[in-house]
């Protein structure tokens, strides 16, 4: 296993170097991942490069046994770069440019910067290639931002289209331009949708997919370099869990290894539920294991610090991790900085440099890892359950939510931690997987159901699968127009219903719903209602409003071999989803090993060796959890008894 830290060097005399290094061999480190930020030290001037210092500072830690991961560097231009080729930065909606002095203000479809990009890419391939202690590449840094509103980018965006189209025709018809006569009669007419709020949905939708494309095609030139220069090297690149801005499918294509960069700590203590499900979201990116590139290492903040990680949470955090498929974790940052905007953003050392409390505890952690490596080689997290997870649905969402407070990713996460508090392992997946590979599927708001998705659902659940959708499924296509269809469209012969109407629920408003086996008991509607005429399908849930008393809250119809289930509404509980996502779970005979206590974390890694289960306590209280007797938990070294108490953000590995 790869642990290790992120280490800037740069920050720090040059005889503090060997200390770091030997400090970080002493915790049981073995990588760092250097250079995301110093492109100016590596060509002080146009076309001048020099890596002496970075030679040197490569050395210092080999000479500890470190590997290296470096950074292209071009999240953050030169100053040099701002004030010779303005046009390079970001033009913001105003008409004004992004002023030079913070990161990430580039144009990505700047040919100059692209170019002054390849050409630092060239550079330090050409002479890190063969350094022995470098092993891979991350590109850049934390792609995503910012968008930019110039001449350049509205003719990338007119060209993009027109490779996409081809034809007006086909354009305006995508489109509907025939709305507030909106009509294009050529592609230099075509503007940038700077509101998402008033534009044409569809224009939106278009320029928010080539926003992605253009980090994709900024990617893929240094890819091509790296891949060139380095083919011994691997290429990750380290993105951000849930965020929404990019196509991270599309993104990771080009790479070996997807890294991500998890900071979970900041209010009071709470299951993590959304490190879980972005870990989940970064596995399935490519559907194999992944690295976390900057792990919390300490309180987190820009102008001010939050919460300091309290004993033990540290570890925890990095086991969550470990749990859902890292194969490397590295810390950010090795030590605080004293100088520039992340002074608060603290790392395992303080400003004082001094190993104390924060060190000890990733050495611990990185100590523990060792004695796992064995076991842990070759397993991967199995999952029987899958969610889609749609950035075509998420951007339309977005774009046009439908009924106030719709936001694709909370849809997501309902479903997502229920399955989380039901103990089953879970793998979120693109639309173009292959479905058979579980037993349910879970598809909420799926918004954008192209018919080729829909008929690749349909298939599914005859051939025997278990699909779960809820309110707004099936609205829109590919290219974000409404279907001319009764909801929920190519699908209704899945779901055994049809929605004729629907009602958005305001803020202080709830509808009382109440359930029969297996969704027994009493739960409010809230935000949407789907008025679900049940045609095939068994009602396990109605609403008891006078108005809508007629329809179905929650449906379940058989289709073939399999089942499908229709959520309407919105619920308030999360008793709501624990029930439907047990019934749905049943349906496709999935059943946890391990049912755990609130605030407890079930995962399970496994491989043609080792099965392992992986036991995490999110809360500060210990907790009992039952599991299975006789086998050996691999921390302690003991043998397991029925119960097992995890203390305060305690955690087990049992090989099974």
Known sequence: MYIGVDYYPEHWPEERWSTDARLMQEAGFNVV??????????????????????????????????????????????????????????????????????????????????????????????????????????????????????????????????????????????????????????????????????????????????????????????????????????????????????????????????????????????????????????????????????????????????????????????????????????????????????????????????????????????????????????????????????????????????YGGNDYTTAVRRFYRALFRAGVNVDLIPPTADFSLYKAVFAPDLCVLPDALAEHLAAYVKRGGVLLSDCRTGVKDATGLCHERTLPGLLAPVFGIEIQEYDAVPGNVTHAISGRAPIAGSFNATLSTDWVIPGTAEVLASYQDWHLQAYAAVTRNRCGDGWGYYVGTVAKEDAFYDAVVAAVLASAAVQALVTPPAGVEVSRRQGPKADLLFLINHTEEPKAVTVPAGKTELLSGKKTRRELLLERFGVAVIQL
Request: proline share 4%.
């Open 33 to 402: 991942r250097l250079g995301e930020f110093d492109w100016v030290n590596m060509e002080p001037e146009d076309g001048v490069f020099t890596f002496a210092k970075w030679d040197r500072a490569l050395a210092a830690l080999a000479e500890r046994g470190l590997s290296a991961i470096l950074c292209t560097p071009t999240a953050v231009m030169p100053a040099w770069v701002a004030h010779k080729h303005p046009e390079t930065l970001a033009l913001q909606k105003d008409g004004t440019r992004l002023t030079w002095g913070v990161r990430k203000n580039n144009c990505f479809s700047s040919g100059t910067y692209r170019f002054l990009s390849q050409r630092i890419t060239r550079a330090m391939a050409e002479h890190f290639a063969d350094t022995p202690n470098v092993i891979g590449w991350q590109t850049d840094n934390e792609f995503g931002n910012p968008f930019c509103y110039c001449a350049s980018c509205r003719a990338d965006f007119q060209h993009w289209l027109r490779r996409k189209y081809e034809t007006l025709d086909e354009l305006n018809r995508a489109w509907g331009t025939h709305f507030w006569g909106h009509r294009i009669q050529s592609w230099e007419e075509i503007t940038i949708p700077d509101d998402a709020t008033s534009h044409n949905p569809s224009a939106c939708l278009d320029w928010q997919r080539h926003f992605s494309w253009m980090n994709v095609r900024f990617q893929h030139e240094q890819v091509e370099i790296l891949r060139a220069g380095c083919p011994r090297h691997f290429i990750t690149h380290n993105f951000m869990g849930l965020f929404p801005e990019l196509d991270y499918y599309d993104l990771a294509k080009d790479l070996d290894v997807v890294s991500w960069d998890n900071y979970p700590v900041w209010g009071a203590p709470e299951v993590r539920y959304d490190s879980s499900m972005a870990a989940d979201l970064m596995r399935g990116l490519l559907a194999r294991n992944f690295w976390i590139m900057e792990q919390t290492a300490g309180p987190g903040g820009w102008g001010a610090y939050g919460r300091n990680p309290r004993p033990g949470e540290l570890r925890n955090v990095c086991y969550q991790q470990l749990a859902h498929g890292a194969d490397a974790q590295v810390w950010f940052r090795w030590r605080t900085c004293t100088a520039g905007r992340e002074q608060y953003w603290h790392g395992l050392l303080g400003h004082d440099g001094r190993a104390l409390r924060r060190y000890q505890e990733a050495a611990q952690t990185a100590g523990e890892y060792r004695t796992l490596e064995k076991a842990l080689a070759g397993t991967t997290v199995k999952a029987d359950v899958a969610i889609l997870y749609d950035y075509d649905s998420l951007w339309a969402v977005r774009i046009q939510p439908g």
